[in-house]
């Protein structure tokens, strides 16, 4: 099971110290069998003395150079940092990143090693119009990704989902996780309004290997009481 909380915009260095240490203390005691994935924003980097691991939202890809408000290799070894999140819907529809540029974001960072939680997910008048339409909508954002990357995680998070409260239902999610799973043997995690009170029904879906969390990761209670749900189910 993998669990990741994605921070945003939000959290600070000082309250992302806090939050590593409760975590560290819960996993100690609780020693759920869930690999864990902490997200939190650029200015909180650092080396944390933790298990889980520390990945980025985003990075550019160079090892350094002038591309002004972004960070790249350099920056990321500073702190031992090995995972990203590539291709997330707020980078794709807000940021205005589009496939082209994700697709060599993802190439650069695959041969750098790393983990790459690879996002896809259909926007709300996609979900509304043919369900043909879902699945080359996800099929359009796969171009250029390697499925058989061996450290690539996939995560569904479709748009409509992510930070509204709600979440897809379980057999529409169900559908398109049985859809990626022909395409990769990539574990595959769902994220959009995932909390307490669902995980451990979307963990149990069939070939669901975890969550990618937003809003209700970013107390570290909630987050601790989400491990735990899913540890068991
Ligand atoms: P959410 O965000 O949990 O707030 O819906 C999920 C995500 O964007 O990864």
Redesign the pocket.
Known sequence: MIL?A?F?TNHTRTSTKEYIEKLNLFLDDKKPNVDIFIFPPFTALDRFNTKVHIGVQNAYMTEKGSYTGEIGLEQLNEFGIKSI?IG???RRHILGENQEFIAKKFQFFKEQGFTIFY?VGETLDIRESSHELIFSYIDMQLEGIDLGYEKLII?Y?PVW?????I?AKAEDIEEVLEFLSKKTKAPILY?????PSNIADIVSISNCSGA??????WDIESFCEMVELSAKS
């Not at 989902?161 to 409260?165: D, K, P, S, Y």
């Not at 990618?212 to 990761?217: C, F, P």
């Open positions: 990741a994605n945003k999140i997330h819907s707020e996002c995560a998070e989902a992510i930070g509204t409260g979440s994220g959009g309004s995932v909390k990618l969390i937003g809003t209700a990761s």
